[in-house]
C-alpha cells in the first residue's frame, strides 16, 4: 500500500523512515510547507497527492486543526485511508470524520494520537468490542513526565526541564498544551469516544504542571511523595467524567517508576479487570511506530476506532472527589474545607477533606481570577 505523509516534522521523518522498510507499506509524496521541499518525493499541495491514484493511504503527523481538517476530510472523501497522529484534530473533528470514513469505506485509525508509541487506543477499542470498559486512566503526556521526573531526581528547575524535553522532540509545537494538561485531556476525550462511545467535548477539568515550583517539589519529596501528572474518565450517568490533575503518589506506588518519557496507561474491563500498558510516550520512533501499526491495521482490515453511534457530551466531573494537598495564601485557604494543615508561614500548606473534582477545580479559578498563586494535586488514597 503507497502511504503518502503529511508533515514532515519530528515524527514526519519517523515516519518516512520506517515507511522504507514496513511490510506492505511504501513511501509516496510528502507534503511539506511551501519552499520546504528539499527532497524528490516532497510536494507542497495536498492536489499532487490527490492526482496520484496509487496512494491508497494517507498518514498525517503534521498537528493542528487546520488545514489538517480540511485535509482529512477530502482525503477521506476520496476514498483513501487515514490514519493520524493528531490528537488535536480528532478531539474537536473526529465524530465528523468517523462518519465521513464509514460513507466512503476508508479506515479513519488515530491510535497514535494517545500514548506515543503505547498501544493504547488500540487495545482498548479491541477490548471494548469484547468487554464493558469500566474506568481509564494514566500517564499520558512524555513531555510533563519527562520534566516532574528531571525534577524530582536530578533537581532541574521548571524552565530547564522543559528546555530538555522540547530537546528530545517530546513536547507539541506549542509546549504550552502539555504542561496545561490539554494535551492529556484530548487523549482523554480520544480514549472515552473509543471505550464509551462518548467524547466529552465540553466541560472536562484540566490542570496541568504549571504552578508547581521547585520549593513545592522539595517539600513533597520530604513527605515522601512523588507527583504524576494523572488523567482520568469514566462512565458518570449517561457522560463521563473526564479530567487531568497533578496527583501524589507514596514511595513504592507503581507510577513513581514511570521515569522519563515514558507513559502508563490502564483501563479497567468489567471482565478482564485492570490492564496496564507502559512505553515511551513521545518522542520521534515511538510515535511513529505508533503510525506504521495503524498502517498495518489498515492492511488488515481494521477500518474505525471510535464505536458506531458515538457522540459528543460534556463532562459531569461531580461525582469524583479526592482530598487534595494545596499551597495557596492562607486568606485563599479559607475558601476551602482544610482537614490538616502541614505548614503556614507566608504561604499554607494543607491538605483539604474530601472535595470534588469539579468544586476543586472551580475554586481554583476564582482563587486565580482574583490573582491568587495556588498549586493543587490529588492525593492518591
Ligand atoms: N507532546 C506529546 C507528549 C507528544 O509529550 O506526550 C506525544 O503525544
Do not use: W
Not at 520506517?18 to 511551501?34: D, K, N, Q, T
Amino acid at each position: 500500500m503507497k502511504v503518502a505523509v503529511l508533515g514532515y516534522g519530528t515524527v514526519g521523518v519517523g515516519v518516512c523512515r520506517m515507511l522504507a522498510s514496513a511490510r506492505g507499506l511504501s513511501l509516496g509524496p510528502v507534503l511539506v510547507r511551501e519552499g520546504k521541499a528539499t527532497e524528490p518525493f516532497h510536494v507542497t499541495s495536498l492536489d499532487d497527492i490527490l492526482a496520484d491514484p496509487a496512494v491508497e493511504a494517507v498518514a498525517e503527523v503534521m498537528g493542528g486543526i487546520e488545514p489538517a481538517f480540511t485535509y482529512a476530510a477530502r482525503i477521506l472523501e476520496s476514498g483513501r485511508h487515514f490514519v493520524t497522529a493528531n490528537k488535536a484534530l480528532c478531539a474537536a473533528h473526529g465524530i465528523e470524520l468517523d462518519a465521513i470514513a464509514r460513507r466512503t469505506g476508508a479506515a479513519f485509525l488515530f491510535s497514535a494520537a494517545c500514548g506515543g508509541g503505547v498501544p493504547f487506543l488500540h487495545n482498548l477499542a479491541l477490548a471494548a468490542e469484547s468487554d464493558s470498559i469500566r474506568s481509564l486512566s494514566g500517564i499520558l503526556n512524555g513531555t510533563t513526565n519527562y520534566m516532574l521526573d528531571a525534577m524530582q531526581s536530578s533537581g532541574l528547575d521548571y524552565g530547564g526541564a522543559l528546555k530538555e524535553a522540547q530537546a528530545l522532540g517530546y513536547a507539541e509545537a506549542d509546549p504550552t498544551a502539555d504542561v496545561s494538561g490539554l494535551d492529556a485531556m484530548r487523549k482523554m476525550q480520544l480514549g472515552c469516544a473509543v471505550a464509551f462511545g462518548r467524547l466529552p467535548q465540553t466541560g472536562a477539568a484540566c490542570e496541568g504542571i504549571e504552578h508547581l515550583t521547585a520549593e513545592d517539589v522539595k517539600d513533597l519529596q520530604a513527605r515522601g511523595l512523588t507527583c504524576r501528572l494523572i488523567t482520568r474518565g469514566r462512565p458518570a450517568g449517561k457522560s463521563v467524567s473526564a479530567y487531568v490533575e497533578p496527583t501524589l503518589f507514596p514511595s513504592g506506588a507503581p507510577e513513581c517508576s514511570v521515569r522519563k518519557n515514558y507513559n502508563m496507561a490502564r483501563y479497567v474491563g468489567e471482565n478482564v479487570g485492570p490492564i496496564v500498558l507502559m512505553g515511551q510516550g513521545a518522542g520521534r520512533f515511538p510515535t511513529a511506530s505508533a503510525v506504521i501499526r495503524d498502517l498495518s491495521c489498515v492492511l488488515q482490515g481494521q477500518r474505525a476506532m471510535f464505536p458506531v453511534g458515538c457522540s459528543a457530551v460534556e463532562a459531569d466531573n461531580s461525582g469524583e472527589e479526592h482530598p487534595y494537598y494545596v499551597r495557596l495564601s492562607p486568606a485563599d485557604s479559607r475558601r476551602l474545607p482544610i482537614a490538616k494543615l502541614l505548614s503556614a508561614g507566608e504561604s499554607v500548606r494543607a491538605v483539604t477533606e474530601p472535595v470534588s473534582v469539579e468544586r476543586m477545580h472551580a475554586i481554583a479559578r476564582i482563587i486565580r481570577k482574583d490573582g491568587g498563586d495556588l498549586f493543587f494535586a490529588a492525593l492518591e488514597e
